[in-house]
Nanobody, 126 residues
Framework: QVQLAQSGGGLVQPGASLRLSCAAS????????MAWFRQAPGKEREFIAA????????RYADSVKGRFTISKDSAANTVTLQMNSLKTDDTAVYYC???????????????????WGQGTQVIVSL
């Protein structure tokens, strides 16, 4: 089970960009799936994006498709979430997650992930 350490986040205005990074303590296995979730105040944690460590297939929530990009750096054991055209609705605590041997159709099920980062705050406000 990998340990995940997040960096990035902060306060930006609508329309701006931010990049979140998630560093794994060890090399994720070829059967790993890495993902980003977020949780806004008073709301449940929701899926944002996922990437398969082997092959790099990606999936996105409809709310971020076309604005957010998930990518991985296999050499550095990191996953990045590039967030563009941020909206006030994107305000939340963002979490990276890792899961092993996920059935790819369950990529948006947070219960399938067994390692979580510490969370990082993103605030989009005028």
């Amino acid at each position: 089970q990998v340990q995940l350490a997040q960096s990035g986040g902060g306060l930006v205005q609508p329309g701006a960009s931010l990049r979140l990074s998630c560093a794994a303590s060890g090399r994720p296995s070829s059967s790993s799936t890495m993902a980003w979730f977020r949780q806004a105040p008073g709301k449940e944690r929701e899926f944002i994006a996922a990437i398969r460590w082997s092959g790099g297939s990606t999936r996105y929530a409809d709310s971020v498709k076309g604005r957010f990009t998930i990518s991985k750096d296999s050499a550095a054991n990191t996953v990045t979430l590039q967030m563009n055209s941020l909206k006030t609705d994107d305000t939340a605590v963002y979490y990276c997650a890792a899961g092993e041997r996920l059935i790819w159709s369950t990529y948006d099920d947070l219960g399938r992930y067994n390692s979580w980062g510490q969370g990082t705050q993103v605030i989009v406000s005028l």
